[in-house]
Nanobody
Framework: EVQLVESGGGLVQPGGSLRLSCAATGFSFSSETMSWVRQAPGKGPEWISYIGSGGTTIYKDSVKGRFTASRDNAKNTLYLQMNNLKPEDTAMYYC???????RGQGTQVTVSS
């Protein structure tokens, strides 16, 4: 069974940092391109990053230079380092197998003073 479990969210002040993790089981993680997706209240899902099996990354312009996606294929884990967080980054964050609708339960990120 495919499972994705996100963690690391929380409440942070503007300008702060968080590191999200996504533990993957039940599929060949190292072979898959993975995405980070977020969804703010009342809005649709928003793709923000993807990372290829070899580590190539692409980012949405609004997070470029602030967010860094990485992966540890030995640990079947995906990461998202988020720096200089802004209130508009507030959302539920999900990891997702690229090209599928398979995602975890999400982890909430709230940026507020």
């Amino acid at each position: 069974e495919v499972q994705l479990v996100e963690s690391g969210g929380g409440l942070v002040q503007p300008g702060g940092s968080l590191r999200l993790s996504c533990a993957a089981t039940g599929f060949s993680f190292s072979s898959e391109t993975m995405s980070w997706v977020r969804q703010a209240p009342g809005k649709g899902p928003e793709w923000i990053s993807y990372i290829g099996s070899g580590g190539t990354t692409i980012y949405k312009d609004s997070v470029k230079g602030r967010f860094t996606a990485s992966r540890d294929n030995a640990k079947n884990t995906l990461y998202l380092q988020m720096n200089n967080l802004k209130p508009e980054d507030t959302a539920m964050y999900y990891c997702q197998i690229f090209g599928t609708t398979t995602r975890g339960q999400g982890t909430q990120v709230t940026v507020s003073s």
